[in-house]
């Protein structure tokens, strides 16, 4: 079994938010916003917060699904909490507290791994948008595990 070949398009769109993730014939598009809002949990801990949004084009496999059928399904949601837990887990939220992060991964073709990509993706996008951000706040913080890698 050969490796499939990854491509990775950062700054996809002119925002500079947007990362293009390729896994062989897979392509995820993955954006990262930042705003001010958090969730009262992570207010309460004086904490950031990210959340992630999945989700697959109607056409991205070999047969169509409707779009509230995609949005609606258990299987978009869960891949959308473990996208979300598994970027929490690699960034120190504490460091940017009242910081919300929303990611969102579109699949535009799948054929197998979306679930990689858009953790992938995801995580470079958050990285852009930190980036323009702190160009934007002087002031700001790094989360730490990011920071070594800027």
């Not at 958090?38 to 070999?62: C, I, V």
């Amino acid at each position: 079994m050969a490796l499939r070949p990854i491509k990775i398009v950062q700054n996809y769109s002119n925002t500079g938010r947007v990362c293009l993730i390729q896994m062989g014939h897979t392509k995820v598009v993955c954006s990262a916003s930042v705003s001010r809002e958090t969730p009262d949990h992570a207010k309460a801990q004086n904490k950031g917060w990210l959340t992630a949004e999945y989700s697959m084009l109607p056409r991205a496999t070999t047969e169509r699904t409707g779009r509230g059928k995609i949005a609606s399904g258990g299987r978009t949601k869960e891949i959308s909490r473990l996208i979300g837990r598994s970027l929490r887990a690699v960034i120190d939220l504490s460091v940017i507290p009242d910081t919300g992060l929303i990611i969102d991964c579109d699949v535009i073709q799948a054929d197998g791994g979306t679930r990689t990509a858009s953790i992938n993706g995801g995580f470079i996008a958050v990285v852009q948008a930190l980036r323009r951000w702190r160009k934007e706040n002087r002031g700001m913080h790094w989360p730490s595990v990011i920071m070594w890698r800027l």
